[in-house]
């Protein structure tokens, strides 16, 4: 055994990205595109969660929802993944409190543009793709 006794975690991430001299495919590529997405959808929800005041819980909670729908487009096709990630939050909130109105927040008046019906069938939409046991 050698004196630096390396951690398994930290071989298997080290192993896992490109090493030099590595060359690199169109599926480490691909990939990582989607990663960096996920992560960008995931920082956006983690900013809208502390915005909205929501607990930890209820931020993991929208994680899980963005992580168990790959494509949030499903939910509606013409709003934008802000606009769903933000109606994914609202979903959560809305569980929890109920007295939790629509465009009641002053961050929620940011997004005037969100149009009832398209509004109510995202959140109908959820539970299609993601079950809350």
């Known amino acids: 055994m050698s004196v630096k006794a390396r951690n398994i975690s930290y071989l298997l991430q080290k192993y896992s990205t490109k090493q030099p001299g590595e060359r690199w495919t169109k599926e480490h590529e691909t990939m990582n ?13 983690r900013t809208f ?13 929208v994680i899980d929802i963005i ?12 709003l934008s993944d802000h606009d ?20 009641s927040n002053s961050f929620c008046k940011t997004f005037n543009h969100i149009n009832e019906t398209s509004f109510r069938k995202v959140l109908c ?3 299609k793709y993601y079950y809350t046991y």
Do not use: V, W
């Not at 168990?68 to 013409?78: A, F, G, N, P, Y």
């Not at 609202?90 to 409190?97: L, M, N, R, S, V």
């Open 49 to 61: 969660g502390s915005q909205m005041y929501m607990t930890k819980n209820q931020i993991e909670r």
């Open 67 to 78: 992580k168990e729908i790959d494509d949030l487009q499903k939910l509606h096709r013409k």
């Open 33 to 45: 595109r989607k990663e960096y997405r996920l992560n960008k959808k995931i920082m956006k929800a």
């Open 125 to 127: 939409n959820i539970p």
């Open 84 to 103: 769903l990630i933000y109606i994914i939050c609202y979903f959560i909130k809305q569980q929890d409190h109920h007295d939790f109105k629509f465009k």
